[in-house]
């Protein structure tokens, strides 16, 4: 099993920077694909960015040149870098992960993970 812990959510006004974290723990075979989905209020969830274990990336195209996701793999800590943060952003974020065969979601941000976290929340203010 795995257990995914975010931090690093807060309030920001717009045109500011958080950075996300994600701790993973239990088997590393399971979090080869990590990423990083939302969701506002009334809205569904939708994916935001992804990394696999070759390090491929994926964004979705509301945050790409804003956002950036990295993972400590020593750590097996994946992490979320907001910059230029919008209102539009405002959202909780939940952090997945998924064995290299459950994880084509990775590819497509396809809100489909078996693994996720608790959630942390993202404010941005105008």
């Known amino acids: 099993q795995v257990q995914l812990v975010e931090s690093g959510g807060g309030s920001v006004q717009a045109g500011g920077s958080l950075r996300l974290s994600c701790a993973a723990s239990?088997?590393?075979?399971?979090?080869?694909?990590m990423g990083w989905f939302r969701q506002a209020p009334g809205k569904e969830r939708e994916g935001v960015a992804a990394?696999?274990?070759?390090?491929?990336?994926k964004y979705a195209d509301s945050v790409k040149g804003r956002f950036t996701t990295s993972k400590d793999i020593a750590k097996n800590t994946l992490y979320l870098q907001m910059n230029s943060l919008k209102p539009e952003d405002t959202a909780m974020y939940y952090c997945?992960?998924?064995?290299?065969?459950?994880?084509?979601?990775?590819?497509?941000?396809?809100?489909?993970?078996?693994?996720w976290g608790q959630g942390t929340q993202v404010t941005v203010s105008a």
């Open positions: 239990g088997d590393a075979w399971r979090t080869y694909c």
């Open positions: 997945a992960a998924d064995s290299q065969f459950s994880g084509s979601w990775c590819r497509d941000l396809r809100p489909r993970a078996n693994y």
């Open positions: 990394i696999d274990g070759d390090g491929s990336t």
